[in-house]
């Protein structure tokens, strides 16, 4: 996997703002930070954002769902964004390639209403595992997500 440097910004924001419907959140100081830190990939006009998990994290609990039972463990891979410039086959190639990097489960969470993500999750050997919501004011606007699991997943969650 090739990771971006800092001469790769404008690239990696072109590709971002290209899917703005779908990453109305994602600042340029986000993508800048993202670079710095090494968890920015650019390989093949396709751009993936991740982390690892450093202790376990109970995910879902996270974001506002106590009822689903969704637990990363230490050394887990979180996947925050993955966005393709062309519709070609390159986002499947890199995210098969990322899952072989990763060495590990990969998690990721995507907006419920996103159904053609979901399909290409589904479609890379991802699967289901529960449920989440975003909200800045509660839970009279809460966003629903779907969490998706790369990986053997044990349960059951506690």
């Known amino acids: 996997m090739i990771h971006a440097k800092e001469n790769d910004f404008d690239a990696v924001k072109d590709i971002f703002y290209q899917h703005k419907e779908w990453f109305p959140h994602v600042r340029t100081d986000y993508m800048r930070r993202e670079i710095a830190s090494g968890n920015l990939i650019l390989d093949n006009d396709v751009v993936i954002t991740y982390g690892r998990y450093k202790r376990a994290y109970h995910l879902s609990k996270a974001m506002g769902n106590v009822n689903s039972k969704v637990i990363m463990q230490y050394g887990d891979v979180i996947l925050h964004q993955i966005a393709a410039k062309h519709r070609n086959g390159s986002a ?23 159904e053609i993500a979901k399909k290409f999750y589904l479609k890379n050997g991802m699967t289901h595992e529960g449920t989440t919501s975003w909200t800045k004011d509660g839970v009279k606007n809460a966003l629903p997500g779907d969490i998706y699991c790369y990986g053997k997943v044990e349960g059951p969650f506690e």
């Open 92 to 114: 499947s190639d890199a995210l098969q390639r990322f899952f072989r990097f990763a060495k590990g489960r990969v998690w990721l969470s995507v907006r419920s209403d996103n």
